[in-house]
């Protein structure tokens, strides 16, 4: 669902339906994840998108393909802010898994 609303345009949508998921109790998987992360890069929303790699590496999630991809791309997106650096190292860590 996620997903969907960020492909439709609606990517606050999907960074809502996160949040909630996290507040009501489901532990949100990798495909979540991965949504919620191209909504961060759609909103430009980087504070949040290091909030959510913080919690992706406490969860587990940080090894996942998919979410570094995701991960990648949102601090590719984000480059206007000094995050270039950031999103090699994801990427070199990428390499090593």
């Known amino acids: 669902m996620m ?17 909630d998921m996290l507040v009501s109790g489901p532990v ?3 495909f979540a994840l991965t949504a919620v ?22 969860s587990g999630l940080a ?3 998919c979410v570094g991809c995701s ?8 480059a206007a802010s000094g ?3 950031d999103s090699r190292k994801v990427f070199d860590r990428m390499q090593d898994q």
């Open 3 to 19: 997903t969907r609303c960020t492909q439709l345009g609606c990517p606050e949508k999907a960074v809502d339906l996160f949040l």
């Open 37 to 58: 992360l191209s909504a961060c890069s759609e909103l430009e929303l980087l504070s949040l998108g290091v909030q959510l790699h913080s919690w992706a590496i406490r």
């Open 63 to 65: 090894s996942d393909v």
């Open 71 to 78: 991960l990648v791309d949102m601090y590719v997106k984000s």
């Open 28 to 30: 949100p998987d990798r």
């Open 83 to 85: 995050s270039l650096h």
